[in-house]
């Protein structure tokens, strides 16, 4: 294999189709693949089905061409939105050489999967990066998404549970593939321990607590105060838990139970942050109470800056984190078994650094962005050489 794509590749590669380039998991992981396709020689491109987002900017600023529907910025046609962004994207789809597509989130690969067959690109793949919940509540998407899988070269997961819920909903095996989220090994924090500390006015001998989660109410926000009020009489004075992530409606919810349990003056509610990995570095242990995950770059993140992770066991998050070796996993919706996780492991420095240590070794052997992106070029060009998934080795899991 070279290391660089065939001078025959069409100009424009691989398109990218999601919704928006809005601040979140996925668009973040898209940027990340992005500029490390780049790098290694691909043309890349993306559309955008609801608008551009602000993470648009970083994208072109990587060298990758950057469409968007210009429907999100007529709110007189909202109902019409979902068919301006089928013209919009079959007028990219007819204008540009593009042999390979590549959708990411629902509402992209509802208004585009169908699109491209329209279109004639033979070469359509579909990422599914979180667990099938929604479907639920919105059936008759979940029909035609069942249905489109048909239409896919390539389905791929980012966590075995996630690939588990695609089999069942009828995507063929030999089209299957598995690529584990990826992040840089190398990001490190920009300021010490002390220096983030002493902006958030957090004592240098602090136990801190982090979790990096919007506040949504599948994440689970209120079992994880409802466990630090069963905890709180057996952590140490002065413990902090630091809230990291935009407000998604459970913050009123959120801050008033903490409130009622008199342990309001205990969390910092921060927001949405860009220096992430500072806040990590200024804590001690990582939690995640989702109620439902494909799979969690917060997790990830955590384990590169060496934190122990309390997480429950939904989605990819058992699969990111081995029980007792890495840090906890406890089952979801239970703070009392949350609780009793984070009493221990903060009675426990020793525990905490070994949990520690070997998360980054493991985030480094298995989710490192260098073998993440590997895995989508082999996918790509095993496609183009006319192999089924099922073949290429980098995302085949039997």
Same mark, same amino acid.
């Given at each position: ?76 046609? #909202? *109902?019409?939105?979902?068919?301006? !962004? @089928? &013209?919009?994207?079959? +007028?990219?789809? $007819?204008?540009?050489?593009?042999? =390979? ?44 998404? #069942? *249905?489109?899988?048909?239409?896919? !070269? @390539? &389905?791929?997961?980012? +966590?075995?549970? $996630?690939?588990?819920?695609?089999? =069942? ?230």
């Amino acid at each position: 294999m070279t290391d660089r794509p065939s001078e025959t590749m069409p100009a424009t590669g691989v398109l990218f189709v999601i919704s928006s380039l809005s601040v979140g998991g996925t668009e973040r992981h898209l940027l990340s693949i992005s500029r490390a396709l780049r790098a290694r020689g691909w043309k890349v491109a993306v559309c955008c089905t609801g608008g551009e987002g602000p993470l648009a900017d970083d994208f072109r600023a990587a060298g990758v061409k950057v469409f968007a529907a210009p429907s999100a910025r007529l709110p007189a046609f #909202r *109902r019409l939105r979902p068919a301006l !962004a @089928a &013209v919009h994207l079959m +007028s990219v789809l $007819v204008k540009e050489r593009v042999a =390979l597509i590549h959708f990411f989130l629902p509402e992209a690969y509802l208004i585009g999967a169908p699109l491209a067959l329209l279109a004639g690109i033979k070469l359509r793949i579909m990422s599914r990066r979180s667990l099938n919940a929604y479907q639920r509540k919105y059936m008759v998407a979940g029909f035609l998404e #069942r *249905r489109w899988h048909s239409l896919m !070269a @390539a &389905v791929l997961a980012n +966590s075995r549970a $996630v690939l588990r819920e695609l089999e =069942l909903e009828g995507a063929r095996p030999e089209r299957l593939g598995l690529i584990y989220n990826g992040l840089d090994v190398g990001v490190q924090a920009r300021r010490s321990r002390d220096a983030i500390r002493a902006e958030l006015g957090l004592k240098h001998d602090a136990l801190v607590f982090i979790i990096v989660a919007n506040l949504i109410q599948y994440k689970g926000h209120l079992d994880l105060i409802e466990a630090f009020a069963r905890a709180a009489d057996r952590l140490p004075q002065g413990w902090r838990l630091l809230v990291v992530g935009r407000d998604d409606g459970a913050g009123p919810a959120t801050k008033a139970l903490a409130a009622s349990h008199g342990i309001a003056d205990s969390i910092l509610f921060l927001g949405a942050r860009s220096d992430v990995p500072d806040l990590l570095n200024a804590s001690d242990i990582g939690l995640l109470s989702s109620h439902e995950e494909g799979f969690s770059n917060a997790i990830i993140e955590g384990m590169r800056a060496r934190l122990p992770m309390i997480v429950t066991a939904v989605g990819g998050n058992a699969e990111a984190v081995i029980n007792g070796e890495t840090g906890v996993v406890v089952p979801p919706r239970d703070p009392a078994a949350l609780a009793d996780a984070i009493a221990e492991l903060s009675s426990d420095s020793q525990r905490r650094r070994n949990y520690g240590d070997s998360g980054r070794r493991r985030m480094e052997q298995n989710f490192a962005l260098g073998s993440c992106v590997a895995a989508y070029e082999a996918t790509y060009r095993g496609l183009l050489a006319g192999k089924s998934p099922s073949e290429i080795t980098e995302i085949h899991r039997p």
